[in-house]
């Protein structure tokens, strides 16, 4: 029977075997025979292989991990680093997301050495469609120089900085609660699947004032001012259902909200979330008519007479609806009449 002792190489002919405590030694097996193992180099898999490094350092702190992973495991401390810094930093959340975009291993541990808020953000953007490589996402983590403000902020260059600042905030924004609002929504409509009855209260306490912001914040990126631009028909029909979703007085009757959540919301916040496509032709006209409507109900009487008052008061001037100077939850939308000569 071979002894312990002559499993290890004679002095000065290499590294001195590292023999673990034999109390770990199956839990180690474990680990060792994943990597024995391994075939692919997905994103899924590297996160696997995170966490069950991650399960043996527990076992083998400082310097004995590192002689450890590279005697049974092949791997070098800095690639095993790789490895859990992924399992430590980011979410569940996140690594889900990390795993529906495919992001590469190498590109995914790069990332995970940013800080909390610049993951969040780095990870909207790939959500987006942005492409990073290591190099890139290098970059981003240590931040570029500061650009000096020019003397003259002006001009068309200056207005340009100005919108894409803006256009940057308000989209990181609203997919920050867009997201939140998709999961609250799922569980719901899964629960609808499984043929339990869902009160509307539910689902408006979970999304109803996120929605409210979401709506305003897309309002803001995508409705035109201008009569000539238009809105691309699918986010024309988010924005619809967006903005019903932060009123729900408007929601659709008992009968009909099960199949509003599963056909028309869930399609619709996975469109901006993840892109699946949607029918764009099927709008919120379809199910419960337009943005005027309640529970199936037509715009009463009363309200019909009070705003054919206000157009026969003032027949030569338009409505216009004034966005807020910020978009900060709880902020009025102004109603303004305007004089039809003053109106380009």
């Not at 180099?41 to 696997?48: H, P, S």
Request: hydrophobic residues 40%.
């Amino acid at each position: 029977m071979q002894t312990e002792q002559n499993t290890k190489p004679e002095k000065g002919k290499g590294p001195a075997w590292f023999v673990a405590p034999e109390e770990h030694r199956p839990r180690l097996a474990v680990v060792s025979g994943f990597f024995a193992s391994l075939s692919r180099r997905d994103t899924a898999t590297a996160l696997e292989a995170g966490r069950h490094l991650a399960n043996a350092q527990e076992v083998l702190p400082g310097k004995s991990f590192g002689k450890w992973v590279k005697q049974e495991c092949g791997l070098t401390t800095r690639q095993a680093w790789n490895y859990t810094v992924c399992v430590r930093m980011y979410t569940a959340e996140q690594q889900e997301r990390l795993i529906e975009l495919a992001v590469k291993p190498t590109v995914m541990a790069t990332l995970a050495t940013a800080e909390a808020e610049k993951i969040v953000v780095l990870l909207d953007r790939m959500e987006a469609g942005e492409r990073f490589t290591v190099g890139k996402l290098k970059n981003e983590i240590r931040g570029e120089a500061p650009v000096k403000s020019p003397a003259n902020p002006g001009g068309a260059a200056g207005l340009l900085r100005a919108a894409q600042a803006k256009f940057r905030a308000e989209t990181e924004a609203f997919n920050k609660i867009v997201r939140i609002v998709l999961k609250a929504v799922e569980k719901i409509a899964a629960d609808i699947d499984k043929g339990k009855s869902v009160p509307k209260t539910r689902l408006a306490d979970a999304v109803e004032r996120h929605c409210q912001k979401a709506g305003a914040l897309l309002s803001s990126v995508v409705e035109p001012v201008q009569a000539v631009a238009t809105t691309p028909a699918e986010w024309e029909q988010v924005r619809r259902i967006i903005s019903r979703l932060g009123d729900s007085p408007r929601w659709p009757s008992k009968g009909e909200f099960p199949a509003w959540v599963t056909e028309q919301v869930l399609p619709a916040l996975r469109f901006v979330v993840h892109g699946t496509p949607t029918a764009a032709a099927e709008t919120e006209a379809d199910v419960a008519g337009s943005d005027g409507e309640g529970e199936g109900e037509t715009l009463g009487d009363d309200a019909l007479d009070a705003l054919s008052t206000v157009v026969e008061a003032a027949p030569s001037r338009r409505l216009h609806l004034v966005a807020p100077p910020s978009l900060v939850p709880g902020d009025a939308v102004e109603l303004v009449i305007a004089d039809e000569a003053t109106i380009d």
